[in-house]
């Protein structure tokens, strides 16, 4: 059974920094891409950032690039998201995903292209 786990959400202020985790079990994170997305309380979820296997490409939303850095660690299982430049337009619940391997070097920003799917964690930025 494949589990994400995500970790690292919390209350931070304008300006700060945070760092997402998302371990993955039952899945040995090789060929798969991972993503990132978030929901907003009222809004859809939407694609915040992903990167594929070889972590060789990497995909952002024009709303989080140059402040977010996606990254994964095949050996331990486990994709981050450094999250820098906070504003309290990037709170929401965030949530991984996972693909089950068919796109590999290319990453999707659609939710269906997703197969496997983290429980989130809330982000808060204060002004």
């Known amino acids: 059974q494949v589990q994400l786990v995500e970790s690292g959400g919390r209350l931070v202020q304008a300006g700060g920094s945070l760092r997402l985790s998302c371990a993955a079990s039952g899945l040995t994170l090789r060929h798969n891409v991972m993503g990132w997305f978030r929901q907003a309380p009222g809004k859809e979820r939407e694609f915040v950032a992903g990167?594929?296997?070889?972590?060789?490409?990497?995909r952002y939303a024009d709303s989080v690039n140059g402040r977010f850095t996606i990254s994964r660690d095949n050996a331990k299982s486990t994709a981050y998201l450094q999250m820098d430049s906070l504003n309290p337009e990037d709170t929401a619940v965030y949530y991984c995903?996972?693909?089950?391997?068919?796109?590999?070097?290319?990453?999707?920003?659609?939710?269906?292209?997703?197969?496997?799917w983290g429980q989130g964690t809330q982000v808060s930025v204060s002004s």
């Open positions: 990167v594929s296997w070889s972590a060789g490409s990497t």
């Open positions: 995903a996972a693909d089950n391997g068919r796109y590999r070097g290319y990453v999707p920003s659609v939710q269906v292209a997703y197969d496997y």
